[in-house]
C-alpha cells in the first residue's frame, strides 16, 4: 500500500477516477523532510488505512497539489490533518475557494522544504499550468500530468479499443511517458521551458514518480530526456549517430522538418530512426515554437559529446 522508493520517500496508489470519460490510475508521494514531518503529494482517496500508515511515520505538516486538475481528496485530508499546510498552484486555490491554503506555489520552494525539494514551474501550456517536483535525497522526480506512462495492461483494462493504437502512438506509455497530446498542442514558448528542463535532468534523477502511469525506478535521467523530447536538450554527436559531417541534404521541408547540416551516407537512415524514437516528432501545431533539428542537437550551456538520450 505504502512503498518505499530511496531514502525518505514513498508512494502509494489510489483507485481509478474519470477525467473526459477515460479511466486514470491514481498514486500519490509522501516524503519525510528534514524535521520529521510529512510532505504528501497529490493525495489520492483517503482511507483509514492509508491514514494510519501516515500517522505512523510522522506528523502530517503539508499537503500539495500540482496543478488544478489535482484536487479532489484535497479536502478529505485537510480535514483529516487540519494543522497541515496546504499548498497549491494560483490556479488550483482560485478552483478550489473552499479550502484553506498556506500559499501559491511556483519556482521558489518555500523555506520549509528548500534545499530538500526543488520544484519547476511550467506556465506554458493556456490548459494547465504544472509543477514539477525533485526529492534530492532520493534523487526522484515526480511529476503529475507532464509525464503519463501508461502500461498496457492497464489500457486494455480500462480505455477504449480505438483509443489504444493513439496512446501508443502518442507515445503516453511505459518506456516513454509522452505528455497528453492537450497537453503537446498548447505546450508554447519552449525556450522559458528547456532551461528547468535542463535543470532537472542535471540533477540525475534515478527515479520518476507519475501520478498516472507506471514508476520509473531506474535510470530515470535517460526517461525524462524521452518525455520531454518536446523541450529537453538530446545531445548528438557525429561519433554518436556515425554520420560524416561534410556535407547536408534537405529532408521534407513541407513536413515542418528543416535542413540538417551534416548528414551523407547513413546520416539519412539515422534520422529516421530519430524520428522513429520520437526525438523530432514535435507536431507543427506547436506553430513558432516548433524545434528546428539543431535545437534538439544542441543547446547552449549543455557540452558538445554529451551522452545520447537513445
Given at each position: 500500500m505504502l512503498e518505499p522508493l530511496g531514502s525518505d520517500l514513498w508512494f502509494a496508489d489510489g483507485g481509478v477516477v474519470s477525467f473526459k470519460g477515460f479511466d486514470y490510475p491514481t498514486r500519490m508521494v509522501v516524503v519525510r523532510l528534514a524535521d520529521g514531518g510529512l510532505w504528501l503529494w497529490s493525495p489520492v482517496e483517503r482511507t483509514a488505512a492509508l491514514e494510519g500508515k501516515f500517522r505512523a511515520l510522522g506528523p502530517v505538516r503539508h499537503i500539495i497539489s500540482p496543478n488544478k486538475l489535482h484536487f479532489l481528496f484535497l479536502g478529505q485530508w485537510q480535514t483529516a490533518f487540519p494543522d497541515a499546510s496546504l499548498w497549491a498552484t494560483a490556479a488550483t486555490i482560485a478552483k478550489c475557494r473552499e479550502l484553506r491554503f498556506s500559499g501559491a506555489l511556483a519556482d521558489d520552494p518555500p523555506a520549509e522544504?528548500?534545499?530538500?525539494?526543488?520544484?519547476?514551474?511550467?506556465?506554458?501550456?493556456?490548459?494547465?499550468?504544472?509543477?514539477?517536483?525533485?526529492?534530492?535525497?532520493?534523487?526522484?522526480?515526480?511529476?503529475?500530468?507532464?509525464?503519463?506512462?501508461?502500461?498496457?495492461?492497464?489500457?486494455?483494462?480500462?480505455?477504449?479499443?480505438?483509443?489504444?493504437?493513439?496512446?501508443?502512438?502518442?507515445?503516453?506509455?511505459?518506456?516513454?511517458?509522452?505528455?497528453?497530446?492537450?497537453?503537446r498542442i498548447s505546450f508554447r514558448n519552449r525556450a522559458s521551458a528547456r532551461p528547468k528542463i535542463r535543470e532537472l535532468i542535471g540533477k540525475h534523477p534515478e527515479h520518476v514518480v507519475v501520478a498516472h502511469?507506471?514508476?520509473?525506478?531506474?535510470?530515470?535521467?535517460?526517461?525524462?530526456?524521452?518525455?520531454?523530447?518536446?523541450?529537453?536538450?538530446?545531445?548528438?554527436?557525429?561519433?554518436?549517430?556515425?554520420?560524416?559531417?561534410?556535407?547536408?541534404?534537405?529532408?521534407?521541408?513541407?513536413?515542418?522538418?528543416?535542413?540538417?547540416?551534416?548528414?551523407?551516407?547513413?546520416?539519412?537512415?539515422?534520422?529516421?530512426?530519430?524520428?522513429?524514437?520520437?526525438?523530432?516528432t514535435a507536431p507543427r501545431s506547436f506553430g513558432r515554437e516548433a524545434p528546428t533539428f539543431r535545437s534538439f542537437i544542441h543547446l547552449p550551456g549543455v557540452p558538445e559529446g554529451g551522452r545520447s538520450a537513445h
Open positions: 522544504w528548500k534545499g530538500q525539494i526543488d520544484q519547476f514551474y511550467f506556465t506554458n501550456s493556456f490548459f494547465m499550468n504544472e509543477l514539477i517536483f525533485f526529492h534530492r535525497a532520493s534523487r526522484t522526480a515526480i511529476i503529475a500530468d507532464l509525464s503519463q506512462t501508461f502500461s498496457e495492461t492497464f489500457l486494455k483494462r480500462h480505455w477504449p479499443w480505438w483509443m489504444r493504437p493513439i496512446a501508443k502512438l502518442s507515445k503516453m506509455v511505459e518506456g516513454w511517458g509522452h505528455p497528453p497530446i492537450d497537453y502511469g507506471e514508476v520509473v525506478r531506474t535510470d530515470g535521467e535517460a526517461f525524462l530526456r524521452r518525455a520531454f523530447f518536446m523541450a529537453a536538450p538530446v545531445v548528438l554527436t557525429s561519433a554518436t549517430l556515425s554520420i560524416r559531417p561534410t556535407s547536408a541534404i534537405g529532408i521534407g521541408s513541407k513536413s515542418g522538418t528543416r535542413r540538417c547540416p551534416g548528414m551523407v551516407g547513413n546520416g539519412l537512415a539515422d534520422f529516421r530512426r530519430l524520428r522513429r524514437e520520437s526525438c523530432l
